[in-house]
């Protein structure tokens, strides 16, 4: 009699075999693999509940997946636990995973990507405004003075140019982008995965690692409601003393102009663009491009 196909809920501390089972990390496997957080929870709750009355430290397959329509109902049970056989390859895969999010200012990229390096573990999660800070302490407004303003700033120190806007803010990307590439080749060569998120991420001028090397993925959001991509200012205006709503809104037909530009270049280079209307959802769609970069990493390492 042929013995029942297990799973391992995961990651159980180092992910061996007897290490005692966790429901933060399953939990956070299932969000990674796209079921909200609460649900993700209450699913582990009640794989860790079963494991105990039968003194387990794995789980049948099948009984996974009875638990999980159970809790989650047919449709998104079924699909859960198949999202998590994906999550588990990507696991098994061995290679870095590395996320670029770009869009323009206010459209809830550093809100994402933390959302994303929970879901996948990921402790290494920086932005491109913290390159161009550190370029700044090295190069002054003389030297390179694109770097000294905000992105929909950058155009003033080019009066001159047919579309100061798009150029200042495309010199500004050009330059950051030299500290950017140093930072994310530090962290393929060590092989740790990375979040890295920016407005400076602009389609065309960031190159991702090949598939057999890492699990990268590259995309933009975007707010097309701009009564919505308002109130984003509102709530970072809430969060920092440092950075005044004011400041956003004088500018904000600029911004909104950049975003037009960057998710041009978007649909120009194939780079999937993601309407953040609500961030677990984006995040959630972001993660699934991770699993399918994933099978495309298997499928040229096989």
């Known amino acids: 009699m042929n013995e029942p196909r297990r799973i391992m809920p995961l990651p ?18 299932l969000m990674a693999a796209g079921v909200a957080g609460h649900r993700a929870y209450a699913l582990a709750s009640r794989v860790g509940d079963e494991l105990i009355e039968r003194g387990l430290i794995e789980i049948e397959v099948e009984r996974l997946e009875a638990l999980a329509v159970d809790v989650l109902g047919e449709e998104e049970g079924h699909e859960s636990i198949k999202r998590l056989r994906r999550y588990q390859e990507l696991r098994e895969l061995d290679l870095p995973i590395m996320v670029f999010i770009g869009g323009a200012t206010g459209t809830g990229k550093s809100t994402v990507a933390s959302e994303l390096a929970y879901r996948f573990g990921i402790t290494r999660v920086t932005s491109t405004d913290f390159v161009r800070q550190t370029m700044r302490a090295f190069f002054s407004r003389a030297f390179m003075p694109s770097i000294h303003q905000s992105s929909f700033e950058a155009g003033d120190v080019y009066p001159d140019a047919d579309d100061p806007l798009a150029f200042g803010f495309l010199q500004q990307a050009r330059n950051v ?41 590259f995309v933009v959001l975007s707010i097309e409601d701009e009564e919505e991509h308002l109130r984003h200012f509102h709530f970072r205006d809430e969060d920092s003393s440092e950075r005044p709503e004011s400041r956003y809104l004088e500018r904000f037909a600029d911004i909104r102009r950049l975003q037009e530009h960057v998710v041009a270049r978007a649909h120009r280079e194939g780079v999937p663009v993601i309407e953040n209307e609500n961030a677990d959802k984006a995040a959630r769609t972001v993660a699934d491009l991770v699993l399918d970069a994933a099978e495309q990493s298997r499928t040229v390492t096989r």
């Open 12 to 29: 159980l501390g180092g992910g061996e075999l007897g290490l005692p089972y966790s429901r933060g990390l399953m939990a956070r496997s």
């Open 177 to 217: 982008l030299v500290g950017v590439s140093a930072s994310s080749d530090r962290a393929f060569e060590e092989g740790w995965s990375l979040v890295l998120e920016g407005v400076h991420l602009v389609p065309g001028m960031v190159e991702l690692p090949r598939p057999e090397l890492a699990v990268s993925v």
